[in-house]
DNA sequence: CCTATATCGTTAGTCTGACTAACACAACGG
DNA sequence: CCGTTGTGTTAGTCAGACTAACGATATAGG
């Protein structure tokens, strides 16, 4: 998704980002987002894990088993790229992909004793990852921060 | 980039996200970065516009001519991505795009009268939209919401 | 029961945006 | 002069978000 730094040759040299840029919060935020997406994306890499593997092993975990299609609405990967996630979940042996017998279109996802593990695991590679992406603020900052995202991010959530 | 709503289907009937998933400050950043961008292209593009204009314009406004390759840096465009840009612009009369006689090398790039004009207008169309993204925030909060966002990105950039 | 419609898992493919590589050319420093 | 470095440009890679369509079911309504 993004691997360099800014716009191509070295070092910004003067900062001379105009300010109309630097100080628009949708500007803030999709740089922001870029870089923590890179810091979580390579944090959980050193550990042979991607962000989907999370968000399916938490669903799994907080709601038990559950359909292809229902773990897709949980964790807002498509539908078809659940699949793939499966997959490599399925292959690492954290989860288990069973037919449905009560609906035979339907494969029953459930999470194994290892992928418990290994959830407990990322849990803790995030956490440390969260403590270098919010390093800069304090704790009730952070608490702040995190509770204004969460209300403008309901607030762009259906509000139909 | 983005254009459909959630993981496919229809509403999200119960909010089955696990909790794990919508605490973490990444995925709110994330989530929300991609609704922002969404609300912020989607809005230029009523305009016929789009978001590396406002930033190469500004640019232009506020430090004068310049080359491409300085253009890039400040924008935080790839130089091989500026070229489009600036077709897109010269285009609609916005810049021009003449020989460095100093440098035979470069191009010097001049916003025109009417590229201030349009940034005036798409200054005035950002404030709009950002007015919706931040609409759940009093003014005080909003002022909070960049300030923090600032200091992390700072801190997120080169600390080389 | 029969038929229409919706849902499931899967495959394939589109589109966009970030990014790299390589080019011909010109400038610059020794 | 020569090697190095910056410039504008073209081409292309790659990943992620997303759509379309498939055969297989299930489910609801008449």
């Known amino acids: 998704m993004i691997r360099g730094e800014a716009a191509d040759v070295p070092g910004d040299g003067a900062q001379k980002t105009p300010d109309r840029l630097r100080r628009r919060a949708s500007r803030l935020l999709s740089q922001l987002a870029v870089r923590s997406d890179r810091l979580i994306t390579d944090g959980l890499a050193r550990d042979d894990a991607r962000k989907w593997h999370y968000a399916v092993l938490a669903s799994l975990q907080e709601y038990g088993p559950a359909s292809q299609a229902e773990l ?3 964790s807002g990967i498509y539908r078809s790229d659940m699949v793939g996630v499966l ?3 399925a292959a690492r042996d954290l989860v288990e992909r069973s037919p449905d017998p009560g609906d ?3 494969n029953v996802i459930t ?3 290892e992928g418990r593990r290994r ?3 990322l849990d803790e590679v995030l956490d440390d990852l969260h403590d270098e992406l919010l390093a800069p ?3 009730a ?3 702040h921060f995190v509770q204004l995202l969460t209300r403008l991010l309901d607030h762009h959530t259906q509000p139909s």
Chains 1, 2 share one sequence.
């Open 72 to 74: 897709s609405r949980r």
């Open 87 to 89: 997959n490599e979940l």
């Open 104 to 106: 035979r279109r339907r």
């Open 137 to 139: 603020l304090s704790p």
């Open 141 to 143: 900052e952070r608490d």
């Open 111 to 113: 999470i194994s004793a």
């Open 119 to 121: 959830l407990q695991r």
